[in-house]
């Protein structure tokens, strides 16, 4: 059962930079053919995709957030990483990351989420 | 990519049916067949309940039904039952190998 785990500060002041770390257990992230995501949902509102990267290592992500947002992966640690740059308070949010199912988008494991608060 | 778009709140009473749209376009839903739905309890993680348009998850109740037509996708659930009152969102890959999501539809079970 593949198993996932946000970890990162709760709090991050504005300007600067969150980050995110994905530990994943039963699955290897260079293996298969998955994509590896990163989802946020501020609270009460709606679900918003933020990025994926691939098992080849290649990367696409949101357009609105494109210019901010990097993803990496780890493989020595089996984990996959979240950067946004430059937050505000409209990043404070809910952060989930996920893995689809196979060779397709569709977000079958979610971590439980943890939530990413922008202030000073 | 803009969001899909999804009606705010549905309702319905116990036993009976209820369906849940999800309008997109040519570069999303119209152009995917990796539609998913997913169910979201109050501070819970959401769940995968349909994937592929129409193929439910191994376990997960036949109650559960999704298809497509064109650009729009839609959730059916019957026989509601209590627990069923949740968030429901639908998400489609795009032509541009991104995810969007639908803004998420509200069940309330009388």
């Known amino acids: 059962q593949v198993q996932l785990q946000e970890s990162g500060p709760g709090l991050v002041k504005p300007s600067q930079t969150l980050s995110l770390t994905c530990s994943v257990s039963?699955?290897?992230?260079?293996?298969?053919?998955?994509?590896w995501s990163w989802i946020r949902q501020p609270a009460g509102k709606g679900l918003e995709w933020i990025g994926h990267?691939?098992?080849?290592?290649?990367?696409n992500y949101n357009p609105s957030l494109k210019s901010r947002v990097t993803i990496s992966v780890d493989t020595s640690k089996n984990q996959f990483s979240l950067k946004l740059s430059s937050v505000t308070a409209a990043d404070t949010a809910v952060y989930y990351c996920?893995?689809?199912?196979?060779?397709?988008?569709?977000?079958?494991?979610w971590g439980p989420g943890t939530l990413v608060t922008v202030s000073s | 990519q803009s969001a899909l778009t999804q009606p705010a709140s549905v309702s319905g009473s116990p036993g009976q049916s209820i369906t849940i749209s999800c309008a997109g376009t040519s570069s999303d839903i119209g152009a995917c067949n990796y539609v998913s739905w997913y169910q979201q309890h109050p501070g819970r993680a959401p769940k995968l309940i349909i994937y592929d348009v129409s193929t439910r998850p191994s376990g997960l109740s036949h109650r559960f039904s999704g298809s497509k037509s064109g650009d729009t996708a839609s959730l059916t659930i019957s026989g509601l039952q209590a627990e069923d009152e949740a968030d429901y969102y639908c998400?489609?890959?795009?032509?541009?190998?991104?995810?969007?999501f639908g803004g998420g539809t509200k069940l309330t079970v009388l």
């Open positions: 996920t893995r689809g199912g196979w060779g397709t988008t569709n977000v079958v494991y």
């Open positions: 039963g699955d290897f992230i260079t293996s298969g053919h998955y994509y």
């Open positions: 998400s489609s890959c795009t032509t541009s190998n991104t995810l969007v």
């Open positions: 990267v691939y098992t080849s290592g290649s990367t």
